[in-house]
Protein backbone atom coordinates (compact mmCIF):
# COMPACT_ATOMS: atom_id res chain seq x y z
CA UNK A 1 0.00 0.00 0.00
CA UNK A 2 2.89 2.44 0.92
CA UNK A 3 4.46 1.61 -2.26
CA UNK A 4 1.29 2.84 -4.36
CA UNK A 5 0.75 5.87 -2.53
CA UNK A 6 4.88 6.23 -2.94
CA UNK A 7 4.10 5.46 -6.89
CA UNK A 8 0.88 8.10 -6.81
CA UNK A 9 2.98 11.12 -5.25
CA UNK A 10 6.07 10.49 -7.69
CA UNK A 11 3.55 10.57 -11.20
CA UNK A 12 1.41 13.57 -9.99
CA UNK A 13 4.61 15.79 -8.74
CA UNK A 14 5.99 14.61 -12.65
CA UNK A 15 2.81 15.37 -14.13
CA UNK A 16 2.85 18.89 -12.74
CA UNK A 17 6.57 19.94 -12.98
CA UNK A 18 5.99 20.82 -16.81
CA UNK A 19 2.87 22.24 -16.19
CA UNK A 20 4.77 24.73 -13.36
CA UNK A 21 7.97 25.19 -16.05
CA UNK A 22 5.93 26.26 -18.56
CA UNK A 23 3.77 28.64 -16.67
CA UNK A 24 7.17 30.19 -15.03
CA UNK A 25 7.90 30.67 -18.96
CA UNK A 26 4.93 31.95 -20.16
CA UNK A 27 5.92 34.94 -17.48
CA UNK A 28 9.50 35.44 -19.51
CA UNK A 29 7.70 36.73 -22.85
CA UNK A 30 6.12 39.79 -21.21
CA UNK A 31 9.51 42.07 -19.96
CA UNK A 32 10.89 40.65 -23.83
CA UNK A 33 8.00 42.45 -25.41
CA UNK A 34 7.90 45.00 -23.00
CA UNK A 35 11.92 45.77 -23.76
CA UNK A 36 11.01 45.60 -27.56
CA UNK A 37 8.73 48.70 -26.75
CA UNK A 38 10.98 50.54 -25.46
CA UNK A 39 13.76 50.10 -27.69
CA UNK A 40 11.65 50.87 -30.27
CA UNK A 41 10.19 54.51 -28.70
CA UNK A 42 14.68 54.92 -27.91
CA UNK A 43 15.27 54.67 -31.85
CA UNK A 44 12.43 56.59 -32.53
CA UNK A 45 13.30 59.28 -30.52
CA UNK A 46 17.20 59.09 -31.56
CA UNK A 47 15.44 59.79 -34.73
CA UNK A 48 13.83 62.87 -34.34
CA UNK A 49 16.79 63.93 -32.21
CA UNK A 50 18.99 63.35 -35.37
CA UNK A 51 16.70 65.32 -37.45
CA UNK A 52 16.51 68.49 -35.07
CA UNK A 53 20.21 68.59 -34.57
CA UNK A 54 20.39 68.83 -38.49
CA UNK A 55 18.30 71.67 -38.51
CA UNK A 56 19.96 73.27 -35.88
CA UNK A 57 23.20 72.61 -37.89
CA UNK A 58 21.54 74.07 -41.12
CA UNK A 59 19.84 76.63 -39.33
CA UNK A 60 23.87 77.42 -38.27
CA UNK A 61 25.28 77.80 -41.11
CA UNK A 62 22.80 80.07 -42.35
CA UNK A 63 23.64 82.49 -39.39
CA UNK A 64 27.56 81.71 -40.05
CA UNK A 65 26.90 83.32 -43.67
CA UNK A 66 24.75 85.92 -42.92
CA UNK A 67 26.95 87.29 -40.41
CA UNK A 68 29.95 86.84 -43.05
CA UNK A 69 27.74 89.15 -44.77
CA UNK A 70 27.12 91.54 -42.48
CA UNK A 71 31.28 91.73 -41.91
CA UNK A 72 31.47 92.66 -45.42
CA UNK A 73 29.42 95.45 -45.16
CA UNK A 74 29.98 97.00 -41.70
CA UNK A 75 33.95 96.72 -43.36
CA UNK A 76 32.60 98.28 -46.39
CA UNK A 77 30.64 101.09 -44.87
CA UNK A 78 33.55 102.03 -42.06
CA UNK A 79 31.28 100.91 -39.25
CA UNK A 80 34.35 98.95 -37.10
CA UNK A 81 31.96 98.52 -34.08
CA UNK A 82 29.54 96.59 -35.72
CA UNK A 83 31.97 94.65 -37.88
CA UNK A 84 33.65 93.54 -34.50
CA UNK A 85 30.37 92.74 -33.03
CA UNK A 86 29.40 90.73 -35.97
CA UNK A 87 32.66 88.73 -35.48
CA UNK A 88 31.93 88.21 -31.76
CA UNK A 89 28.70 86.66 -33.22
CA UNK A 90 30.33 84.61 -35.81
CA UNK A 91 32.59 82.80 -33.44
CA UNK A 92 29.34 82.01 -31.35
CA UNK A 93 27.77 80.29 -35.06
CA UNK A 94 30.98 78.47 -35.03
CA UNK A 95 30.95 77.05 -31.79
CA UNK A 96 27.35 76.43 -32.09
CA UNK A 97 27.67 74.45 -35.39
CA UNK A 98 30.61 72.58 -33.11
CA UNK A 99 27.80 71.95 -30.46
CA UNK A 100 25.39 70.43 -32.78
CA UNK A 101 27.93 68.74 -35.12
CA UNK A 102 29.00 66.65 -31.65
CA UNK A 103 25.14 65.88 -30.23
CA UNK A 104 24.53 64.74 -33.51
CA UNK A 105 27.12 62.44 -33.60
CA UNK A 106 26.19 61.16 -29.99
CA UNK A 107 22.75 60.97 -31.21
CA UNK A 108 23.56 58.53 -34.30
CA UNK A 109 25.96 56.71 -32.06
CA UNK A 110 22.99 56.05 -29.41
CA UNK A 111 20.52 55.47 -32.29
CA UNK A 112 22.86 52.26 -33.20
CA UNK A 113 23.18 51.25 -30.68
CA UNK A 114 19.18 51.87 -29.61
CA UNK A 115 18.80 49.40 -33.24
CA UNK A 116 21.07 47.17 -31.75
CA UNK A 117 19.32 46.55 -28.67
CA UNK A 118 16.06 46.12 -30.90
CA UNK A 119 17.23 43.59 -32.50
CA UNK A 120 18.89 41.76 -29.44
CA UNK A 121 15.05 41.86 -27.84
CA UNK A 122 13.58 40.65 -30.82
CA UNK A 123 15.58 38.03 -31.07
CA UNK A 124 15.62 36.97 -27.48
CA UNK A 125 11.11 37.33 -27.78
CA UNK A 126 11.45 35.08 -31.27
CA UNK A 127 13.94 32.03 -29.54
CA UNK A 128 11.65 32.34 -26.03
CA UNK A 129 8.45 31.66 -28.05
CA UNK A 130 10.08 28.63 -29.95
CA UNK A 131 11.06 27.40 -26.52
CA UNK A 132 7.81 27.34 -24.72
CA UNK A 133 6.18 26.12 -28.46
CA UNK A 134 9.26 23.16 -27.71
CA UNK A 135 8.59 22.89 -23.98
CA UNK A 136 4.46 21.87 -24.54
CA UNK A 137 5.39 18.96 -27.20
Given at each position: ?10 L ?13 D ?32 H ?7 D ?17 R?D???L ?47
Amino acid sequence: MRRHIALFAVLALAVSVPAVLSAQDSGGAKPDRKDVRHDRRDVRRARKDIHQDTKDIHQDRKDVRDDRKDIREDVKNGDLKDARQDRKDLRQDRRDIRKDRRDRRHDVRDAHRDRKDLRQDRQDLHEDKHETKDSTK
